[in-house]
């Protein structure tokens, strides 16, 4: 099992300037199954009970069959905080970085556990997701809380605000699709169909966050900044019940959608992901490939923000300014309204 990144020495010079705080950085994360041994406990963790159909249960199973029975999930996030770890130490932020996972080891509550023997009082937190929603960021928020509830000594948790408007997400964005794009034989780029894609949340959800208009925002600041036109957003790897309206179109109709007479080059852009794991892997690179090639087009994938290094230069930012100026601190708000 991965254990938090743990290997900074202590920093007293930074706890005598905060009066005496011990200092870190949580990574509050999604996880996922280590190898096909833990596929079927881990989607127990994830469904908690929610009626699936036993059908749906056994597809996803085969769908981690199908690349390996792993994610790469949890290896990309702990990777992810020992570059930021190193970056931090290099800007004279030596903050040690843990890791805390929603729905597989290390939990959130054996993160705290462990930070707060390490002596650690506060930390930054860092949901790990490119868009604002119930869903996808605050419900983190509050799981944090409730794990910290339950924790002796644990750490108060202020989490770092969104940051997809953030002119280094942008870059980091931007640089991905121009990285994609190359992959296009050089006489079809100018045509080409850009799919930037979400992962969709319930419509009343987005009634409430304005997470489809983030997603869009950022998306038309990454095609505006290269020059291209011929880009739309659509969503995927929608969940829940099936009379429950959801954002669309979904990613596989929307590549159905398109014209093949202007272009049979098609670049998927994952932009509301941060690391290539099942939603991505699976979803865009098994799935949604097969629909391009059903319709006869080229597929082609950008790769994920990932650690990109103006996306680490953005985080370290944010940081270092949470460990100055006061912060959002999640045990005295509710998640919905931070």
């Not at 020992?82 to 040690?96: Q, S, T, V």
């Not at 556990?113 to 002596?119: H, L, N």
């Not at 419509?203 to 998306?219: K, M, T």
């Not at 880009?231 to 995927?236: D, E, K, N």
Request: glycine share 8%.
């Amino acid at each position: 099992m991965p254990q938090p990144v743990q290997n900074t020495p202590p920093i007293p010079e930074k706890g005598a300037r905060e009066g005496g705080r011990r200092m870190a950085v949580l990574l509050v994360g999604f996880g996922g199954p280590n190898s096909m041994e833990e596929v079927r406990p881990f989607l127990d963790n994830v469904l908690k009970g929610r009626p699936v159909p036993p059908e749906r249960y056994e597809e996803v199973v085969r769908q981690y069959e199908a690349v390996g029975g792993a994610s790469p999930y949890n290896r990309q996030t702990f990777d992810f905080a020992e570059k930021l770890e190193r970056r931090l130490d290099r800007e004279g932020c030596p903050l040690p970085v843990y890791v805390g996972l929603r729905h597989t080891r290390p939990t959130f509550a054996e993160t705290l556990e462990r930070m707060a023997a390490d002596g650690i009082s506060e930390a930054a937190g860092v949901i790990l997701s490119s868009f604002r929603s119930e869903p996808s960021w605050d419900r983190y928020v509050e799981a944090v809380e409730e794990a910290r509830a339950g924790v002796p000594g644990a750490p108060v948790v202020r989490p770092l605000a969104p940051w997809n408007d953030d002119d280094l997400f942008i870059q980091a964005l931007t640089d991905r699709v121009r990285e994609g794009e190359a992959s296009i034989p050089e006489d079809g780029r100018r045509d080409a169909h850009w799919l930037f894609t979400a992962h969709s949340v319930p419509v009343e959800e987005d009634r409430r966050s304005g997470y489809a208009d983030q997603a869009r925002r950022a998306a038309a600041r990454a095609a505006e900044a290269l020059g291209h036109e011929n880009w739309s957003l659509c969503f995927q790897s929608r969940t829940g019940r099936p009379e429950q309206a959801w954002l669309e179109p979904d990613v596989g109709d929307a590549i159905a959608s398109l014209d093949l007479s202007r272009s049979r080059e098609v670049l998927v852009i994952p932009a509301g992901f941060l690391t290539d794991h099942m939603e991505v892997i699976f979803d865009l690179d098994v799935k949604a490939r097969r629909r391009a090639e059903a319709a006869r087009f080229a597929f082609h994938r950008a790769r994920t923000v990932g650690d990109h290094p103006a996306f680490l230069e953005l985080l370290t930012s944010r940081v270092r300014q949470a460990t100055i100026s006061p912060g959002i601190d999640i045990s005295q708000r509710r998640a919905g309204t931070l």
